[in-house]
Each structure stands twice: as C-alpha cells, then as structure tokens.
C-alpha cells in the first residue's frame, strides 16, 4: 500500500489465472484487461501479466492478473509464479470434459503453496 500524489491509497492485489491449455485463460485476459479476443491466439510460454486499475471509494486499486502456461512442460516454472498471489482464477473448457476433471489438480497444486491464494473457478 502507497500514498499517491492526490493522499488517496493504492491496493495492488496478485492474482493468477491457472488452467489446462488453450482453455481460453489469455483470451479470458485479454478481454478483460484490453476489450480484445483472438480466436487464433498461441499458447502461452511461461506467464504473461496485465495491470487494471479501478476506483474504488476515492481509493486506487490495481489487480495485476497473471495468465500463466497450461503445458505441463511448463508446469514447474509457472508455478513459482503463484508467490504472492491473494487468489486465483481456475478455467476450463465446458467443451472438454478432461479440462474440467482436472480443475480438482489445479486445486490440489494450489493447496500445495503457502497461503493466503484463494481459489475461484
């Protein structure tokens, strides 16, 4: 938490979205944070991030959104990414059964790190 230059504070909150691959995680991120979708988006390597920013009560709050690889080659990288992280956005694919019954992992691989992460799906 920081003073900016108005005296009103600013909340920066990590949170990470985590998911098999190409469940729609970068496009869900895109739209979010720029108003964009691309149907022929590439995978992600390693993690990509937006910032948004809201007023919220004269108070200026940032959540930094992580959009991490879904590959399982990725796997042991991209979780050092949850660090700091105060919750996460679990996707799946409600095309693809496998997506879905693999949330319950996804859970499990967050349970592993040290609080505080919430879980969302």
């Known amino acids: 938490m920081s003073s900016d230059e108005e005296g009103g504070e600013e909340y920066l909150f990590k949170i990470v979205i985590i998911g098999d691959s190409a469940v729609g ?8 944070a720029r108003n964009e979708f691309n149907p022929h988006s590439k995978a992600t390597i390693g993690v990509e991030f937006q910032t948004q920013s809201m007023d919220i009560d004269g108070k200026e709050v940032k ?8 590959q399982e080659r990725f ?5 050092a990414y949850y660090r ?3 919750g996460a956005l679990v996707v799946y694919d409600i095309s693809r059964r496998t997506t879905f019954e693999n949330v319950g992992r996804w859970l499990d691989e967050l349970k592993s790190k040290p609080p505080p992460l919430l879980p969302t799906s």
């Open 63 to 70: 959540a930094q959104i992580w959009d991490t690889a879904g």
């Open 75 to 79: 796997r042991a990288v991209t979780s």
């Open 84 to 86: 700091g992280a105060v």
């Open 25 to 32: 995680k970068s496009n869900l991120l895109s739209r979010y």
